[in-house]
């Protein structure tokens, strides 16, 4: 084996939550990039479509399917779909997710703390739980599961979406464990502040900028293009023995 077929994917088959735009687009063109096929799902079916034929110019089959993934049937139908389109599941991105409402505990209303929960945290329960007995057929394969930074470091007025990126690291460990025995190795992948269409208005702002310099040691924001290699990484046969961990890319925020 050389040193780069490691982190070759092709042949592979990788379904990517919300992976029309932002980080989730990054992680599906990298993963094009090393070989893999993909399945694009989210709510917006259009948008699906688009970027499936803009991936598949990288010489990859693509699949846009659209489904929210807090819901079981639908999350079981896109697994249904993927292996008759693609004939097998080996590699899962648990990217979907939302920041939800930014408000103090007290003025929060159930609906504000149950999105991101929901989101966040139960569909990448409802994706794992469907897709393993498919992985498992195909001799193994990968879960990445996408927190954030805010697992670990508070932030004020985003309690919902900071319990759920915390509950999902700790999800993360916990579906190691269990996978353990189908070969399935499961990770987490910990951005910080990423440049996205979602926060492009507001980190170009005076504010936005005050946030970067005072809490990014590089000064800067990650560019999605920053996040293949990790990707790849997580993806790849080089992280066989990597399991229940939690890599963190965010400028060094952390540090502080």
């Known amino acids: 084996m050389d040193r780069f077929s490691r982190f070759d994917l092709t042949g592979k088959v990788a379904i990517i939550t919300g992976g029309y735009q ?26 699906c479509v688009e970027a499936c034929a803009e991936i598949g110019e990288k010489g990859v089959k693509t699949l846009p399917v659209r489904c929210d993934i807090t819901q079981k049937g639908e999350v079981e139908s896109l697994v ?35 999105q991101p929960v929901s989101i966040d945290l139960k569909g990448a329960f409802l994706l794992a739980r469907a897709v393993v007995p498919e992985m498992s057929k195909a001799g193994g394969g990968k879960i990445i599961n996408v927190a954030s930074i805010t697992a670990m470091i508070a932030m004020p007025n985003m309690s919902a979406y900071c319990a759920s990126k915390a509950g ?26 990423f440049l996205t269409p979602m926060n492009q208005k507001f980190f170009a702002s005076k504010a ?28 790849s046969s080089a992280t066989d023995f990597m399991t229940g961990s939690c890599l963190v890319i965010d400028g060094g925020q952390t540090i502080w």
């Open 22 to 47: 932002g980080i989730g687009r990054g992680i599906a063109e990298g993963l094009a990039e090393a070989g893999a096929h993909v399945v694009i799902c989210a709510r917006s079916f259009d948008k």
């Open 80 to 114: 249904q779909k993927t292996v008759q389109a693609m004939g097998r599941i080996s590699i899962l991105v648990n990217n979907a997710g939302v920041g939800g409402s930014e408000k103090p505990i007290l003025k929060m209303s159930d609906e504000d703390w149950d």
């Open 168 to 193: 999902l690291v700790q999800l993360t460990k916990v579906m190691a464990l269990e996978f353990l025995k189908y070969n399935i190795q499961v990770n987490a992948l910990c951005p910080g502040y």
């Open 208 to 235: 936005g900028q005050e946030i970067i310099q005072k809490n990014i040691p590089m000064g800067r924001l990650g560019q999605v293009e920053e996040l293949k290699g990790a990707a790849i990484y997580l993806a």
